[in-house]
Nanobody, 128 residues
Framework: QVQLVESGGGLVQAGGSLRLSCAAS????????IAWFRQAPGKEREFGAV????????YYADSVKGRLTISRDNAKNTVYLQMNSLKPEDTAVYYC?????????????????????WGQGTQVTVSS
C-alpha cells in the first residue's frame, strides 16, 4: 500500500510561484509513475503533469505547459511540482497520484482511472 501526502499549497498572487511536494510512504515509489491532477470548484479533476519512474520523461497538459515543472527525488520518495507564473485559473485543489508502472504513455497517463493511489490534496489559491 502506498500513502501519498501533498504539501506546499497556499495563497499566492498572480504571477507568483509555489512548489508542491508529494511525499510517499508505505513503500518506495521509485518504480512508479507519478502524476499531478487538479480540481477547481465545480469542475472535474483534470490532468496536469506526469513523470516516469526515473524522471526521464514528463508530460504536461497544454494549460500548464511552460509554467509547471514536475520532478522527482527517488532517494526521498518525493515528487515535486514547481508552479511559476501562476494565474487565477490555476486555483484548485492539487492531488498527486501513483501507479505501479515505470512508464505509461499518453493518453492513458493523463486519465484519472489509470492511478491506484491518491493523496488528500493541497489547496492552491491564486489571487488576481
Amino acid at each position: 500500500q502506498v500513502q501519498l501526502v501533498e504539501s506546499g499549497g497556499g495563497l499566492v498572487q498572480a504571477g507568483g510561484s509555489l512548489r508542491l511536494s508529494c511525499a510517499a510512504s508505505g513503500r518506495t515509489v521509485s518504480t512508479y509513475t507519478i502524476a499531478w491532477f487538479r480540481q477547481a470548484p465545480g469542475k472535474e479533476r483534470e490532468f496536469g503533469a506526469v513523470i516516469t519512474w526515473n524522471g526521464g520523461r514528463s508530460y504536461y497538459a497544454d494549460s500548464v505547459k511552460g509554467r509547471l515543472t514536475i520532478s522527482r527525488d527517488n532517494a526521498k520518495n518525493t515528487v515535486y511540482l514547481q508552479m511559476n507564473s501562476l494565474k487565477p485559473e490555476d486555483t484548485a485543489v492539487y492531488y498527486c497520484a501513483a501507479k505501479g508502472e515505470i512508464f505509461m504513455s499518453l493518453p492513458r497517463s493523463s486519465s484519472r482511472s489509470a492511478y491506484d493511489y491518491w493523496g488528500q490534496g493541497t489547496q492552491v489559491t491564486v489571487s488576481s
